[in-house]
């Protein structure tokens, strides 16, 4: 029961910090592309990249199963949005906005493997140094 309540709070609190990008994002940018959603998916797909090669097996910190599943899955999976890209995408689709729904699917995926790749390269090089 314990592993679900530290999913609880970390979603809880990647949920509350996805809203406030959101929203940031809206009031700078607009609201005619989901340049928030696609900034929350980077970002979460680095900290996801850097925090598991860093407390994997390999990591240079030992961490508990309840703090990398607080992190990793409760903080990120409540602060990542692919539910968000996938609903606003098909509207934009549904707009009759193909290539903005095109840009988001191709910027989605490849600045989100590319962000995830760094995270892993990030960790790589802090677990060298810890060598």
């Known amino acids: ?7 609880a709070a970390g979603s809880a609190l990647g949920g ?8 940031l994002a809206i009031e700078r940018f607009g609201a005619a592309f989901p340049w928030g959603t696609l900034f929350i998916n ?14 994997g097996p390999d990591g240079r910190f030992l961490v508990s199963a309840d703090v990398r599943t607080f992190v990793m899955v409760g903080v990120c ?21 193909w290539a903005r729904a095109g840009a988001n699917v191709v910027l989605s995926v490849v600045l989100c493997l590319v ?7 990030a960790a790589g090089a ?5 060598r």
Do not use: K
């Open 16 to 23: 509350m910090a996805r809203y406030w990008c959101s929203a």
């Open 42 to 55: 980077i970002l979460g797909s680095f900290v996801i990249g850097i925090f598991g090669g860093l407390t």
């Open 126 to 130: 802090a677990n060298a140094l810890a």
């Open 115 to 121: 962000a995830v790749w760094l995270g892993v390269l």
């Open 77 to 97: 999976g409540g602060y990542t949005t692919f539910s968000s890209f996938s609903l606003q995408t098909l509207g934009l689709m549904q707009d009759g906005e």
């Open 1 to 7: 029961m314990g592993t679900y309540l530290w999913v």
